[in-house]
């Protein structure tokens, strides 16, 4: 189920990112299709966040290209960029909702910058999509005031103020309890559905997002390991894939960090550091 | 070695402030189209920088009575305390008192503030929802604390000559005539010592904000880079307030 032509919203190709020395992606091609939920998965560090923030414009990559709707993300103006976001929504993994504004005004924030509806029409709208997250009643708290799964659904309610074609999910479910990830997940899909979404959730979190994905990506190394439906991920027989999704200590990903050093030389030279 | 990469390092940085200001400069437009925001930050950063700004002012006003009045007091010019005292503050203690604690009240706060916004994805959550944080959050607080500035340093003034400081001592307390201590300093003040007056408060208004400002907004998204950027924002923010108004005083006195 590879998909193809208009099907795709956002197509990646031979993305190349390093931070100075480290290298994030060597050369990696992923295609999100439309209207479907494509999770990207892969251990720590391996640059999961890194690639919503390529996506969403705010960093730039070495080489290769990043279409979003057809058009070559970092080849647009400022303006044009800022244009380009209003169809995408990003849930940060903390929710990054303005500790100075109520539940309320965050998620009305991007309706008062560029909808230019009356106020009393904005009311109407934050109300609704407050109702679908089911923070209605929290409209008045201070983000102080909720927990971090709550933040994250009021993040969500903002993501999808404008109605966006595209919302990008970092890490949604990490650190959240078993009651307030099964919310998240639900909402995940129900959104995605009621609103024709398309959706990216980057998440390490293996069983969950699996069984609310389309389609999704194991990334590791800088590169694509595996990509396919849910099913076919599960039964990937690549050594580390299999490690990862069976969660085994060690394999291809090393329990130990590299040294030069050999654990006797170390021990017994007392050259630490 | 080791200085040319020191001194590569402040160029840079100092390269990199400056088109932080021209950025900062070039949103001013956007600011001034959002009163309510400018008018909040107006609030924050100047009318609770309010009560620190008016005692300092009343305690130095005093201190500098009392010290002028005894140097005076030999010569029989005792009357001559008011012009003492105004000239003190206004050409140097009311702008430079008022940088120095608009530093540490206001500019560390802001610091601290952006480093945060930072820190907490805020600012890159704007980026997200096409809202550009320089001008939905830099901006108004830049053109918040050029207002605010020149505002605290002439309340700042106030306070130290006629309210509570120099008039509450010299005139109140030693018994230096009501009458003689104002006319001189009618006489003795000329409006461009007041406009020069105005002139440095709005240059460290300027320079404190953008130090500020920069520093917040450059800071490392930790708890390590909000803290160095508040304290660098107080040290920097100090000195470079000095060193302005040696230069701006020594080009007003030609």
Do not use: C
Not at chain 2, 24 to 49: D, E, K, N, T
């Amino acid at each position: 189920m590879t998909p193809t032509g208009q099907e795709i919203l956002v197509r990646v190709r031979d993305l190349r990112f390093a931070f100075g020395p480290r290298v994030i992606y060597d050369g990696i091609d992923i295609d999100i299709p439309r209207g479907k939920v494509t999770a990207i998965m892969g251990p720590s560090g391996t640059g999961k966040t890194t690639l919503l923030r390529l996506i969403g414009g705010q960093w730039r990559p070495q080489a290769g290209t990043i279409e979003f709707d057809g058009a070559d993300v970092h080849k647009q103006s400022r303006a044009q960029l800022f244009e380009m976001r209003k169809r995408m929504g990003m849930l940060f993994q903390n929710g990054a909702l303005l500790t100075d504004l109520t539940v309320f005004e965050n998620v009305a924030f991007p309706l008062r910058e560029h909808s230019g509806l009356p106020e009393s029409m904005i009311r109407d709208v934050v109300l609704m999509k407050l109702e679908a997250v089911g923070l209605r009643g929290a409209a008045p708290l201070y983000p102080e005031q909720i927990s971090g799964g709550m933040a994250r659904r009021v993040a969500l309610a903002r993501a999808v103020a404008l109605e966006p074609a595209l919302v990008m999910y970092d890490e949604p479910f990490t650190g959240q309890d078993p009651i307030s990830m099964g919310v998240l997940m639900r909402l995940v899909r129900t959104l995605n559905e009621a609103l024709g979404l398309t959706s990216i959730l980057v998440s390490h979190d293996v069983e969950e997002v699996l069984s609310i994905s389309d389609y999704a990506y194991v990334v590791a190394g800088g590169k694509v390991l595996e990509r396919g439906t849910p099913e076919a991920i599960r039964t990937s027989q690549s050594p580390m894939v299999r490690q990862f999704l069976d969660g085994k200590p060690d394999g291809p990903v090393a329990f130990n960090y590299k040294t030069s050093r050999d654990y006797a030389t170390d021990l017994l030279g007392g050259a630490a550091a | 070695m080791k200085l040319v990469g020191i001194v590569s390092e402040f160029l840079r940085g100092l390269g990199e402030a400056t088109l932080f200001l021209f950025t900062m400069i070039a949103a001013l437009p956007a600011a001034l189209l959002r009163p309510r925001l400018v008018v909040q930050q107006i609030y924050s950063i100047g009318m609770l920088s309010l009560i620190i700004v008016a005692i300092s002012g009343s305690f130095i006003g005093a201190v500098l009575a009392l010290q002028g009045y005894r140097t005076l007091a030999q010569f029989g010019a005792s009357s001559a305390l008011g012009v003492v005292v105004a000239f003190g503050v206004i050409r140097e203690l009311g702008p430079v008192v008022t940088a120095l604690l608009f530093a540490g009240r206001a500019g560390s706060s802001l610091a601290a503030e952006i480093g945060l916004m930072k820190a907490t994805d805020q600012l890159s959550g704007m980026e997200m929802m096409a809202v550009d944080p320089i001008k939905r959050v830099i901006a108004p607080r830049f053109l918040a604390g050029l207002i605010a500035m020149p505002l605290l340093a002439s309340i700042f003034s106030l306070m130290a000559i006629g309210v509570a400081g120099g008039h509450l001592v010299g005139v109140v307390m030693l018994g230096v005539d009501d009458g003689s201590y104002w006319s001189q300093i009618h006489s003795g003040l000329h409006p461009h010592d007041i406009i020069e007056s105005l002139i440095k408060s709005m240059v460290f208004g300027v320079a404190v904000n953008w130090i500020a400002l920069y520093q917040g907004y450059h800071a490392a998204p930790n708890s390590e880079g909000v803290a160095r950027a508040t304290t660098s924002t107080v040290v920097v923010s100090s000195l470079v307030v000095l060193a302005l108004d040696f230069i701006l005083t020594a080009f007003m006195f030609r």
